[in-house]
């Protein structure tokens, strides 16, 4: 079964950093682009990060731009996300889903791990 | 990056159908056919219903239906069932490889 399991989450300072992993599995992870999607608690969907296959083209929403890095290790067939600077608005839920492609362009996502909670609060 | 348009909340009876509009701008929605759309149950991952518009992925029934006109998209279900009921939130390339959601609708079956 195609499957994506996040790691990492837990409770952490406004200001300090935190590293999300998402392990793959029944897929060949290194010809997918992929995606780290986030929803604050009782709040909706909100696109984070992107990561094409090879990673060489990466992207961010403005609200994490600067903060956090998207990066990949295909050996290892897993997704990271590195968080820095974080704010109490970044609590969340942060889910990593696979991103399916119209050409060259994002379309969906098709494939949803099932989500790890990052919480900052002092 | 402006979140895209939905109605908080909408809600049908069994047997009925129910559409969710999804508004968005001629920067995302109205330039692309590259609109998602999302199921959602409570403590749950979001699950692919709708994707480019209008093609449904393998498993989803056919009730389960995609538009658009303009910038603005719509999701159709018919026939509502119970398990219906849930979350939906739709999404849409939004150019330069970024995507941008929906504020969510919250489906209630009656």
């Known amino acids: 079964e195609v499957q994506l399991v996040e790691s990492g989450g837990g409770l952490v300072k406004p200001g300090g950093s935190l590293r999300l992993s998402c392990a793959a599995s029944?897929?060949?992870?290194?010809?997918?682009?992929m995606n780290w999607v986030r929803q604050a608690p009782g709040k909706g969907l909100e696109w984070v990060s992107s990561v094409s296959s090879s990673s060489s083209n990466i992207y961010y929403a403005d609200s994490v731009k600067g903060r956090f890095t998207i990066s990949r290790d295909n050996a290892k067939n897993s997704l990271y996300l590195q968080m820095n600077s974080l704010r109490a608005e970044d609590t969340a839920v942060y889910y990593c889903a696979r991103l399916h492609l119209f050409g060259s362009v994002p379309s969906c996502m098709d494939v949803w791990g099932q989500g790890t909670t990052v919480t900052v609060s002092s | 990056q402006s979140a895209l348009t939905q109605p908080a909340s909408v809600s049908g009876s069994p047997g009925q159908s129910i559409t969710i509009s999804c508004t968005g701008t001629s920067s995302d929605v109205g330039s692309y056919n590259l609109v998602s759309w999302y199921q959602q149950h409570p403590g749950k991952a979001p699950k692919l219903m709708i994707y480019?518009?209008?093609k449904r992925p393998s498993g989803i029934s056919n009730r389960f239906s995609g538009s658009k006109s303009g910038n603005t998209a719509s999701l159709t279900i018919s026939g509502l069932q119970a398990e219906d009921e849930a979350d939906y939130y739709c999404?849409?390339?939004?150019?330069?490889?970024?995507?941008?959601f929906g504020g969510g609708t919250k489906l209630t079956v009656l």
């Open positions: 029944e897929f060949t992870f290194s010809t997918y682009s």
């Open positions: 480019e518009g209008i």
């Open positions: 999404c849409s390339y939004a150019g330069s490889s970024t995507l941008v």
